[in-house]
């Protein structure tokens, strides 16, 4: 494990705030710190990077990177966001994605969006965005076509595929099949994997309850605090989920959990398995902390968020979790991942501790959120 000390370099930042709206277009300018590099005390050659500084208003969730380099990030709603999805543009400013109408609260004739966290790009360039459901209508898959800027396809998501309490959280996106993988962390006790065929739209809810998608009795502890949710110690289940470079292993794992497990995509696209013969293909891959996002490179090292640590760490081929990065301020509970086109690992880091469901229904968010960058073990997929 290494720890890691800031170097302060004179400003480079943009310092501009401004609003400026018309009815068709929002375009939102913000203060960014580009590349400031935090070097490794050991003189490794390995680096941190900050990309970015957001606001308040701006507040994280995960983030997609497109084969051409676009940076796509959803807005947590624990913080209550306007927006629920921005596009991190060249010149340092965010803008509504994929436009004003779409990244808003859905209108009477359903353009819009209710709540999303998951977010991945595929190899085609399409952004597919994972919108939960809200009252009684659906939840839904949304793939926007970034190359051609247009909708490439939806798919909507209904009871009892989702169940009254399903919070869908994170995706992985499988061309080779032509299939979704969505985790819906739901309660303690429904906790489950969604596989939707994107060729018929036909959805399946798998593993249910299982061991694998289930939270273990841990409490969630960041900063000496236990978190709670709804008046009750947070155990969260199905969470992060990610799938190699050559779509042959999904992995995921419940947030609340010491274990990161993986399963084959033949096994999970195969309709025939009976609920106890899928449970029997789950391998358990290797230990892990408490987290809330993974990727995956070619070589088998799982990428992992642990918010408990303040920390980035990675699960290798051997089951062997260690620490990369840790720093109590600039990772305060890292949230998404994702792969650029030249194998660096982006992260965005949220401080969700600190917002209002996770904190007795206060703010104490403290300026600003981050989205870090550092430099892969071995080479991963793009949007990944």
């Known amino acids: 494990m290494h720890n890691y000390q800031h170097k302060i370099y004179p400003s480079r930042l943009l310092r501009f705030l401004a609003y400026l709206t018309s009815v068709a277009t929002l375009v939102i300018c913000l203060s960014f710190a580009v590349h400031h590099p935090v070097v490794a005390q050991n003189e490794s050659t390995d680096e941190l990077e900050i990309v970015a500084e957001f606001p308040a208003e701006h507040p994280p969730g995960n983030i997609a990177i497109t084969p051409a380099g676009r940076i796509i990030m959803s807005q947590h709603q624990f913080y209550g966001a306007p927006l629920r999805v921005v596009e991190l543009l060249d010149d340092n400013t965010l803008v509504p994605f994929p436009n004003q109408a779409w990244s ?20 085609n360039g399409v952004v597919w965005m994972l919108d939960n459901s809200e009252g009684t209508k659906p939840g839904k898959i949304l793939g926007w076509d970034t190359e051609n800027d247009q909708l490439y396809q939806v798919i909507y998501l209904t009871q009892p595929i989702i169940t009254e309490n399903s919070f869908l959280n994170d995706l992985a996106v499988d061309l080779d099949h032509q299939a979704i993988y969505l985790t819906d962390t739901a309660s303690e006790n429904n906790s489950a994997l969604i596989v939707v065929d994107l060729n018929t739209g036909f959805s399946r809810r798998v593993l249910e309850g299982d061991i694998s998608t289930r939270p273990e009795d841990i409490p969630l502890i960041v900063d000496e605090r236990v978190i709670n949710m709804a008046g009750k110690p947070a155990k969260v289940g ?147």
């Open 104 to 123: 808003s609260k859905p209108e009477e004739k359903g353009i819009g969006l209710n709540t999303v966290l998951g977010l991945r790009a595929d190899e």
């Open 238 to 384: 199905a969470n992060p989920i990610t799938i190699d470079p050559n779509n042959d292993w999904v992995y995921y794992a419940p947030m609340s959990s010491t274990s990161l497990y993986r399963i084959a995509t033949a096994d999970l696209l195969d309709p025939a398995l009976t609920p106890e013969d899928l449970s029997s293909r789950v391998e358990r891959y290797g230990d892990k902390p408490i987290c809330d996002g993974i990727t995956v490179d070619g070589a088998g090292n799982v990428y992992i968020t642990s918010i408990t640590d303040n920390a980035i760490g990675v699960v290798d081929a051997t089951g062997t979790y260690q620490t990369l990065y840790q720093d109590k301020q600039l990772l305060s509970w890292t949230n998404g991942m994702a792969f650029s086109p030249d194998d660096y690992i982006y992260v965005t880091v949220s401080q969700l501790q600190n917002s209002p469901p996770l904190n007795n229904g206060e703010n104490t968010f403290k300026a600003p959120f981050y989205l870090v960058r550092f430099p892969a073990l071995a080479s991963g997929k793009v949007g990944r």
